[in-house]
């Protein structure tokens, strides 16, 4: 993976394969600690506690497919690099919540990359399950929700191309002036 | 910072403009491949490519979905064609260059790229 918003998108997958219906996912910058926040939290089915141990383990997957689970290990790596931590946290029924803390100036730290293109990605093929979306940058925060663009689109699809792109432009423009405003 | 009001400007464009679309079962299922090793391998582009190509062409009878690995990692960003004939075409080591040739000779005109499909590229 060459950017952390690949492995968000990578982990929110995850959370579809639990049949989640709302995928909640954060970056948090504090310019304070240098640290980035991230966190991806579903109300799908949920994992037991050996479970959730093993998911950070390479060569466990429940699929069939393929010998090798690479998602959330790759996740918690990226974190680890730069001195990071992550956590996992699970409860059967209820959804799961993974996080990772980034140090933000270690040399090991990849780019937060293109946060946009991972929502439209979800979005797009997902029409069923809501997102939200937050970025923040020490107390400035701005939120996408796509439990309020379907009020506001009054049984449109929400992944109709027009609404797609205003998406898209909403996330960058939002998440630039985040990022400037200091 | 930009708001949701352009939304409902959108959304009022949007109904005077809908069709009442067709679903008459006559639907062409294009399927990218979204596990780990397609991520990793670059689906992201490929997936949103289709999406916004397939959109530009107003191409009703076409769908895009997503699924997780069908374990040829090593031929990902893999992308299956399900027609209504039946057939299905499996196009591997996908780009975002290659997507608008399969929409436009696959989906547009029903003629397989045959030389981006795994019978072609694994010899």
Known sequence: MQELSLNILDVAQNSIKAKATLITIKIHKNTMSKTLLISIEDNGCGMSQQQAEQVVDPFYTTRTTRKVGLGVPFFKMSAELTGGTFTIQSELKVGTKISALYYYEHIDMMPVGDMASTMLSLISVNPDIDFIYYFSVDENEFCMNTQEMKTVLEGLPVNSNEVLTFIKNFINENQAEIENSK | ?123
């Open chain 2, 1 to 123: 910072m930009k708001s949701l009001a352009e939304l409902q400007a959108i959304r009022d464009k949007m109904k005077n403009s809908m069709n009442v679309r067709d679903d008459n079962g006559n639907k062409i299922r294009v399927v990218v491949g979204m596990a780990t090793c397609g991520i990793a391998a670059g689906a992201r582009p490929v997936l949103n490519g289709f999406t916004e190509e397939v959109a530009k062409r107003n191409l009703d009878n076409v769908t895009v979905t997503q699924t997780g690995c069908i374990g040829i990692c090593q031929y990902e960003p893999v992308v299956e064609v399900y027609t209504p004939d039946g057939e299905k075409t499996t196009y591997v080591k996908m780009t975002a260059e290659k997507v608008a040739k399969v929409v436009t000779d696959h989906l547009v005109n029903g003629k397989v790229v045959s030389e981006y499909t795994i019978g072609s590229v694994a010899k």
